[in-house]
Nanobody
Framework: QVQLVESGGGLVQAGGSLRLSCVAS????????MGWFRQAPGKEREFVAG????????EYADSVKGRFTISRDNAKNTLYLQMNTLKPEDTAVYLC?????????????????WGQGTQVTVSS
């Protein structure tokens, strides 16, 4: 099992950038495919981006494709989400999640480990 802690959220103007980090405890981070999800008030949790155990395969929601980049550093037990050209509709709590499998998926229920989340607010 890994425990996940996100950081890097904050308030930014539209068009700005943020980089989120998710640090995992334990020695098995490199055995977990990882994902970023987000949840806005009154809305369901939605997939943002996912990455395979070695980082060779990534996938993105259409709404963030071309603006967000997911990456990982297994030596540092850390997952990243670089967010550029932010829009007000990106405002949400962002959570990292892990599943003990080679590849990520788009589905919340496929992930067994979750962080507490970090707030991202984009002003217009």
């Amino acid at each position: 099992q890994v425990q996940l802690v996100e950081s890097g959220g904050g308030l930014v103007q539209a068009g700005g950038s943020l980089r989120l980090s998710c640090v995992a405890s334990g020695r098995t981070f490199s055995s977990y495919a990882m994902g970023w999800f987000r949840q806005a008030p009154g809305k369901e949790r939605e997939f943002v981006a996912g990455i395979s155990v070695r980082g060779g395969t990534t996938e993105y929601a259409d709404s963030v494709k071309g603006r967000f980049t997911i990456s990982r550093d297994n030596a540092k037990n850390t997952l990243y989400l670089q967010m550029n050209t932010l829009k007000p509709e990106d405002t949400a709590v962002y959570l990292c999640a892990g599943r003990r499998a080679t590849f990520s998926t788009l589905y919340v229920n496929d992930y067994s480990n979750w962080g507490q989340g970090t707030q991202v607010t984009v002003s217009s």
